[in-house]
Nanobody, 116 residues
């Protein structure tokens, strides 16, 4: 059974940095895309960043230039480096993977709070 395990997150002051990591596990898991979504209270879940197996990445406009996503295809891991964090980045962040034959897989979510 496919599973995503997240680590990182927490409380940081505005302007600070955090790193989120996610590792996928499961037999015969053929991932073609990994990424991060977030959901703030009262808002819909939105894509933050994702990266394909070829390394091409796309970002939400609000995080472009501040966040960097990276992926290790051999280990099925994805990392989100978040710099220059703002209070509006506060949300629960979810790791996501799209896999051939499996579909969408979600992590349990990790809280990121940006506050002074």
């Amino acid at each position: 059974q496919a599973q995503l395990v997240e680590s990182g997150g927490g409380l940081v002051q505005p302007g600070g940095s955090l790193r989120l990591s996610c590792a996928a596990s499961g037999s015969n898991l053929r991932i073609y895309s990994m990424g991060w979504y977030r959901q703030a209270p009262g808002k819909q879940r939105e894509l933050v960043a994702r990266v394909g197996s070829g390394g091409s990445a796309n970002y939400h406009d609000s995080v472009s230039g501040r966040f960097t996503i990276s992926r290790d295809n051999a280990k099925d891991t994805v990392t989100l480096q978040m710099n220059s964090l703002k209070p509006e980045d506060t949300a629960v962040y979810y790791c996501h993977a799209a896999a051939w034959g499996t579909g969408d897989v979600w992590g349990q979510g990790t809280q990121v709070t940006v506050s002074s």
